[in-house]
C-alpha cells in the first residue's frame, strides 16, 4: 500500500509569490490534514479536510488556503509569500477522524521563502 | 486549553540501553487518544505507538511502549534496547474525542519534541 506523497520535496520561492503544494493520502482515507513545521514555533495544525469538506482550520492567516477533490487528493496554497512561510509543511492522512485514527504523515514540502 | 509538554529538549543514551522521554498532557476531553512520533532529520513524522485513554494497559510496539499515568495526565515513551537509529526527534501527540462533535476535524496538537541522541 503506497504512504502518503508529498509533492514537491523542496521548493524555494520569492516574497510575494504564491505557492501550491500537493498531498495524495493513502488510498481509501478520506481525512487529510496539514501542518506546518517551523523550529521556532513547532508543529501547527493548519487545516482538516475530509470528504472534500473543510472541518477545522488554525490561526493562519487568509493567505493560507486548501482544497480537497473527490479523489481525496489535497492542495495547499499560500499566497503572497512572507520569509515567515518558510517551514517543513506535512501532511497528514487518516481512515476518519476519531481520537483513536492513526495519522499518517508523508516526507513533507520544505518550503524556502527567499 | 488542550496542550502536550515535553521537558526534554535533548537527551543522550547509550547503544543498547533503555530511555524515558517525558510527555504530560492537559485536556477536559474525557476522549482522547494519544500518540508518539519519530521524526528522522529527512523529516518525515513516523508513527510509533498509540493509547486511547480509555485503554486500561500500557500500550507497547516492539522496543516501544508507553508508560500511561492517566490521573497524573503523563504518557511517558519508553524505547528499550536504544539502536543508533533511535537518534531522532520525538513527538509526543494528542487528538481530543471532542473535536468532531465541535467540529474540530482531526486535529492533532503536538509537543514541542525531544532530540534525542544514542552513543556508541
Known amino acids: 500500500k503506497a504512504g502518503v506523497t508529498q509533492t514537491p520535496r523542496y521548493l524555494i520561492k520569492t516574497r510575494g509569490q504564491q505557492v501550491t503544494l500537493s498531498c495524495s493520502p493513502i488510498s481509501g482515507h478520506r481525512s487529510v490534514s496539514w501542518y506546518q513545521q517551523t523550529p521556532g514555533q513547532g508543529l501547527q495544525f493548519l487545516f482538516e479536510y475530509f470528504s472534500e469538506t473543510q472541518r477545522n482550520k488554525g490561526n493562519f492567516p487568509g493567505r493560507f488556503s486548501g482544497r480537497q477533490f473527490s479523489n481525496s487528493r489535497s492542495e495547499m496554497n499560500v499566497s503572497t509569500l512572507e520569509l515567515g512561510d518558510s517551514a517543513l509543511y506535512l501532511c497528514a492522512s487518516s481512515a476518519g477522524a476519531g481520537f483513536g485514527t492513526e495519522a499518517f504523515f508523508g516526507q513533507g514540502t520544505r518550503l524556502t521563502v527567499v | 486549553a488542550q496542550k502536550i509538554t515535553q521537558t526534554q529538549p535533548g537527551m543522550f543514551v547509550q547503544e543498547k540501553e533503555a530511555v524515558t522521554l517525558d510527555c504530560t498532557y492537559d485536556?477536559?476531553?474525557?476522549?482522547?487518544?494519544l500518540f508518539w512520533y519519530k521524526q528522522p532529520s529527512s523529516g518525515e513524522m513516523i508513527f510509533l505507538i498509540y493509547q486511547g485513554s480509555y485503554d486500561e494497559q500500557n500500550a507497547t510496539e516492539g522496543r516501544y511502549s508507553l508508560n500511561f499515568q492517566k490521573a497524573r495526565k503523563s504518557a511517558n515513551l519508553v524505547i528499550s534496547a536504544s539502536q543508533l537509529g533511535d537518534s531522532a526527534m520525538y513527538f509526543c501527540?494528542?487528538?481530543?474525542?471532542?473535536?468532531?462533535?465541535?467540529?474540530?476535524?482531526?486535529?492533532?496538537?503536538f509537543g514541542q519534541g525531544t532530540e534525542l541522541s544514542v552513543k556508541p
Open positions: 485536556t477536559s476531553d474525557q476522549s482522547y487518544g
Open positions: 501527540a494528542m487528538r481530543e474525542g471532542l473535536g468532531l462533535i465541535y467540529n474540530q476535524g482531526g486535529k492533532l496538537i
